[in-house]
């Protein structure tokens, strides 16, 4: 079908990019990026030990949806919120401080740092930065960049391409995944600023989460943390990229200690934190 379209289309490609170009290739479509992540999901869905779906308390997943996620998705700049299938699932874990997002939408929080954090505006950071992952295609052009063009055009071509599927559900279960590079945090830090801007939640909260474990002395520990800052390298880095952005932006820099305006510091205590 489209797949000889996408052959020909990637050889018109290579005489017309440049190396920054190259460094941001992602053979897949968006459609691949929605299927490849249907793929992981349901590889999530099999394994409950794993991955425990929240259940105790279905008014939290509601608020949290209706309230923040949908809210952060009706933000104009999230472009292919009627492409991709954007979900969201809390995980029942209270030792893993995490979030993560899914080629094409879906998006998974731990109860960890939801017990963790303290505000909605930090958890709207959060998922915000999640799905700059997802609309960025973080995961698909990485998977471009480690198995190389020719390989990977050798699926897409050949007579097995549910192989990809393969590779993908392997990759999502080894750590490599969801390491997310440097370039790659900044730029969904970025996008997570840029989103909140256009909700009630204060922009610079995308930083809060990392200057609560800056405070708590988590930082460069180990334990669940180490986990979280594996997969989501330089937290203090990131606190002063903000920091610029907002400065950049005319902008109040505010910490997470703070109740300005932006912050929903009772809501988030009354309708998530709370009710786990
Ligand atoms: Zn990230």
């Known amino acids: 079908m489209k797949r000889s379209g996408k052959f020909f289309l990637f050889l018109s490609m290579l005489?017309?990019?440049s190396c920054e170009e190259i460094e941001n290739l992602n053979i897949?479509?968006?459609?691949?990026?929605?299927?490849?992540?249907?793929?992981?999901?349901?590889?999530?869905?099999?394994?409950?030990?794993?991955?425990?779906?929240?259940?105790?308390?279905?008014?939290?997943?509601?608020?949290?949806?209706?309230r923040i996620f949908d809210h952060l998705?009706?933000?104009?700049k999230i472009a292919k919120k009627?492409?991709?299938?954007?979900?969201?699932?809390?995980?029942?874990?209270?030792?893993?401080?995490?979030?993560?997002?899914?080629?094409?939408?879906?998006?998974?929080v731990y109860t960890g740092i939801l017990k963790y954090l303290d505000t909605e505006a930090a958890l709207a950071g959060v998922l915000g930065h999640?799905?700059?992952?997802?609309?960025?295609?973080?995961?698909?052009?990485?998977?471009?960049?480690h198995y190389g063009v020719s390989f990977l055009l050798g699926l897409l071509l050949g007579q097995n391409p549910s192989e990809i599927a393969v590779i993908a559900a392997n990759l999502f279960t080894g750590i490599g995944f969801l390491a997310n590079s440097r370039a790659?945090?900044?730029?969904?830090?970025?996008?997570?600023?840029?989103?909140?801007?256009?909700?009630?939640?204060?922009?610079?909260?995308?930083?809060?989460?990392?200057?609560?474990?800056?405070?708590?002395?988590?930082?460069?520990?180990?334990?669940?943390?180490?986990?979280?800052?594996s997969t989501h390298p330089d937290p203090l880095e990131r606190i002063a990229s903000t920091d610029q952005r907002l400065r950049n932006?005319?902008?109040?820099?505010?910490?997470?200690?703070?109740?300005?305006?932006?912050?929903?510091?009772t809501e988030y205590r009354n309708n998530i934190k709370n009710q786990l």
């Open 184 to 229: 790659d945090e900044n730029e969904s830090d970025e996008k997570s600023f840029e989103y909140l801007k256009d909700t009630r939640y204060y922009p610079g909260a995308v930083k809060f989460f990392f200057e609560q474990l800056r405070d708590d002395g988590l930082i460069g520990g180990g334990g669940s943390i180490a986990t979280f800052l």
């Open 249 to 265: 932006a005319s902008l109040p820099v505010y910490d997470y200690k703070s109740d300005a305006t932006g912050i929903y510091r």
């Open 15 to 17: 005489f017309f990019i």
């Open 28 to 66: 897949f479509s968006n459609e691949d990026d929605v299927q490849l992540g249907q793929e992981v999901v349901a590889e999530i869905q099999s394994n409950p030990q794993e991955y425990p779906v929240y259940t105790k308390n279905p008014a939290v997943k509601d608020y949290i949806k209706t």
């Open 130 to 145: 999640e799905i700059g992952h997802a609309e960025e295609r973080h995961a698909t052009t990485r998977m471009t960049k």
């Open 82 to 108: 009627n492409v991709y299938k954007y979900t969201i699932e809390i995980i029942d874990n209270d030792s893993v401080y995490n979030a993560f997002a899914l080629p094409g939408g879906p998006v998974y």
């Open 73 to 76: 998705l009706a933000s104009p």
